[in-house]
């Protein structure tokens, strides 16, 4: 026998056996069954559908064609429908291996639907007479895990209060994924004018007029939106640093990268792309910043993640530059999919979207922790934000009281999203709170705005936790600060004596926005600076531990102006002695002077000395005057 005739024989004999295994004997059923199938694999739906009906016209009992409808339902998203054939289907046959096929794809279905008892039963069935396909049984143990626990907790209904958005930001075909500036006056948000898939994407923005209310939303600038696709976005917290995903069309090193454009004054800079150490040659999108701008999460679909899709982390090294991303590894990321990332001002709450942990169904919402160690256990937020739809593109609120989302419901035979906001009841608030610090840096003497760094220090740990610059046309600024510390804040420009200031957030329950103003002097003779961030007991002269990180940065100043003299003056407020407190503040100038020679400052550029109560900065008629007039200062003598 020829090789032809050899190949010819097995694929007649292949065909023959495939259709003697179907249900059916009506060959214009199989055939309608055979041409149907071609159509479904095209994602050319209604033909499939039409093929397969008149198939069960031909034969009403053909087992395999109500699962082929029920299926195609399902890559539909029609559930209802997919679940009516796969019930049909299966009540017809009686042959374990068509019942596996049927109980795995039902179970999908029955959880898509919130059908959880039903779900738990056929994806039971599954694992325990499947033995073969591995991949299968994974999948079908993880829904099993998820209708368990949706079935446990389905009652379980936080009161949160949601409501769409006014038709004012609501006014597109569909939009999604909003984003919010630290202060809540800037609601950014992609959005398409058009409810098919491929439509063009832009970027646009609303702000709050005087009355708090969200105008109609504008394009967030000709340098960002394009005639190619501007998608899902990343805002630092002062609204000056914008991550956004572009597909096509730009000079792009996978399907989808990840693009960076700041505003200086009120334009917005031509995007860069951010490269290959965070963009790959696939799939790059949702990125996800911390309120300084400097970690960026975002989701990809490379390689070498856990999952098809992964969620991975980056952030800016010394120079400015983007490091390479890693994984975010477990907890966080799973064998399945996690998506939609959103790190919290705090920067230590990480919201993110995954159908691979226990759930109600689909995507749902979780959060993790930072601390010392990692990533806590993630949590699912629960009901009603969770339920057997997707859930994802949530922001949450530096206060923690308020949260933004896209939700997806039907419409004219699509879908449409829309921008949702929701009340969070106190118990659901996150653990750490943020505030913010936001004003103009200045020159003191002529008044002129100033582009200066702003560091703010865990004065605990002296540990940098965030790093912004102000704005060089108008000198604004906005820092975020979290509950659960103790802060210094400094505000440094070259040429400039350096800005020392405090914040207690260790018990602060006080999260109004601080509004502050910062005037600079220059370094030259007469100049000083209060330093606010040096600590001592009360009536006690040793310099407390939380000290350092003060000391270190009159180091640094003194280090890079090896010329500069300065004299070290301590003060007090008037309460008790005069003499008793000039013998105080003497001793408190000697502890920070002594602190100095120790760590490499040459003696002869320091002078110490005691004023007690005579030169206060406030009047001592208070409890707050008295501890401003409290404090060491330094001052440039030559």
């Known amino acids: 026998m020829s090789r032809i005739l050899i190949v010819l024989f097995v694929l007649i004999s292949c065909a023959a056996v495939a259709q003697a295994q179907l249900s059916t004997k009506s060959k214009k059923a199989i055939e309608y069954y055979t041409q149907a199938d071609n159509y479904r694999v095209r994602g050319q739906f209604d033909q499939a559908i039409s093929l397969l009906n008149q198939a069960l016209e031909k034969d009403d009992e053909f087992v395999e064609a109500y699962y082929r409808l029920g299926l195609v339902y399902q890559n539909m998203k029609n559930f209802p429908e997919a679940i009516r054939n796969y019930e049909k289907g299966l009540s017809l ?22 059908e959880y008892e039903k779900a738990m039963k056929v994806l039971s069935a599954f694992v325990n007479n499947e033995t073969l396909n591995k991949t299968k049984v994974e999948r079908a143990t993880s829904l099993f895990k998820s209708a368990e626990f949706a079935y446990k907790n389905k009652d379980n209904v936080s009161a949160y209060i949601q409501k769409p ?16 500036t630290a202060d809540q006056q800037q609601l950014i948000f992609t959005r398409r004018t058009s409810n098919d898939p491929n439509a063009d994407e832009d970027l646009v923005i609303s702000r709050k007029n005087e009355h708090g209310r969200w105008t109609t939303p504008v394009s967030i600038s000709k340098n960002i939106n394009t005639r190619l696709n501007e998608g899902t976005c990343a805002i630092s917290a002062d609204g000056r640093k914008l991550i956004f995903t572009s597909c096509v069309g730009r000079d792009g090193i996978g399907s989808c990268d990840l693009y960076e454009t700041k505003k200086i004054g009120d334009d917005w800079t031509e995007p ?9 040659i696939a799939w790059e999108s949702q990125p996800a910043l911390s309120a300084d701008g400097r970690t960026l999460y975002f989701v990809s679909d490379r390689r070498a993640g856990m999952g098809r899709r992964d969620i991975w982390v980056t952030s800016l090294d010394d120079n400015g530059k983007w490091t390479k991303a890693v994984n975010a590894g477990k907890p966080v990321n799973s064998v399945f999919d996690e998506i939609s990332p959103f790190i919290h001002v705090n920067n230590k709450t990480l919201y993110f979207a995954s159908n691979g942990l226990p759930g109600f169904g689909g995507y749902d919402l979780f959060s993790v922790e930072k601390d010392s160690a990692g990533w806590s256990t ?4 629960g009901a009603p934000i969770n339920n057997h739809d997707d859930q994802f593109s949530l922001f949450i609120t530096a206060d ?7 939700h997806e419901e ?13 009340q969070i009841p106190e118990e659901n608030q996150v653990k750490y709170r943020s505030n913010y610090v936001s004003g103009i840096v200045r020159d003191k003497q002529n008044k002129q705005v100033l582009s200066a760094r702003i560091e703010l220090i865990n004065l605990s740990k002296n540990q940098v936790e965030s790093l912004v610059e102000s704005d060089s046309i108008n000198g604004e600024y906005l820092i975020v600060l979290t509950q659960g510390a103790d802060y210094a804040l400094y505000v440094n420009k070259e040429g400039y004596l350096f800005k020392s200031l405090h914040f207690n957030y260790s018990e602060s329950f006080d999260f109004k926005p601080i509004v502050l103003d910062v005037d600079l002097e220059k370094a030259a003779i007469g100049s000083k600076v209060i330093l606010n961030n040096i600590f001592f007991d009360v009536d006690k002269y040793e310099l407390k531990s939380n000290s350092i990180t003060e000391l270190k940065r009159i180091i640094r100043f003194l280090t890079e102006n090896p010329k500069v003299h300065i004299e070290i003056g301590g003060h007090t407020d008037n309460s008790g002695a005069a003499a008793y407190n000039r013998s105080l503040s003497e001793k408190r100038a000697l502890a920070v002077y002594n602190y100095l020679i120790a760590n490499g400052i040459d003696k002869a550029r320091l002078t110490p000395k005691g004023y007690g109560p005579d030169q206060p900065v406030a009047p001592n008629d208070t409890d ?7 404090r060491i200062e330094f001052k440039i003598t030559r």
């Open 400 to 406: 923690g009281k308020k949260g933004y989302y896209s």
């Open 378 to 381: 993630p949590k699912n937020i």
């Open 272 to 280: 860069k792309n951010l490269g290959s150490n965070v963009n790959s």
């Open 410 to 422: 039907n419409a004219g035979g699509g879908t449409r999203s829309r921008i949702f906001e929701m």
């Open 624 to 630: 707050v005057s008295r501890q401003l007039n409290r």
């Open 165 to 180: 958005l006014s038709d004012t930001v609501n006014c597109f075909a569909t939009q999604y994924f909003p984003v919010l």
């Open 93 to 114: 046959t009686n042959d374990l291996r068509k019942q596996k096929t049927f109980w795995y794809d039902m179970g999908e279905a029955y959880v898509a639907v919130g």
